[in-house]
């Protein structure tokens, strides 16, 4: 079982930047694959980006590639979202996602493909 915690949402301005970041509970995190998903009104939640493990791999959606950076810090915990030239269109509420097994190699991106949910964190981007 594993609890996920997002923060650095807000508001910003166009062409600005934000860092989200997703701290979890539980001991055996470092083995699960993360991802970010966001929401906005009116549509369903999407894919963002992802991150195996051990932090080999990661995947991004296209409209984020060049601008969002996925890591992780196995030894806090903590799996990170830096957004950089944000636009408007990325204004949405933010969620972490994290599934317990993982095959080497493997990509998740749909929403039922994990197993664990934080609560999610506002992004505002204004133009």
């Known amino acids: 079982q594993v609890q996920l915690a997002e923060s650095g949402g807000g508001p910003v301005q166009a062409g600005g930047s934000l860092r989200l970041s997703c701290a979890a509970s539980?001991?055996?995190?470092?083995?699960?694959?993360t991802g970010w998903f966001r929401q906005a009104p009116g549509k369903e939640r999407e894919f963002v980006a992802a991150?195996?493990?051990?932090?080999?791999?990661?995947w991004y959606e296209d409209s984020v590639k060049g601008r969002f950076t996925i890591s992780r810090d196995n030894a806090k915990n903590t799996v990170y979202l830096q957004m950089n030239s944000l636009k408007p269109e990325d204004t949405a509420v933010y969620y972490c996602a994290s599934r317990a097994t993982y095959y080497s190699g493997a990509y998740y991106a749909k929403a039922y493909d994990f197993d664990y949910w934080g609560q999610g964190t506002q992004v505002t981007v204004s133009s």
């Open positions: 991150i195996s493990p051990a932090a080999i791999s990661t």
């Open positions: 539980g001991r055996t995190f470092s083995k699960y694959y």
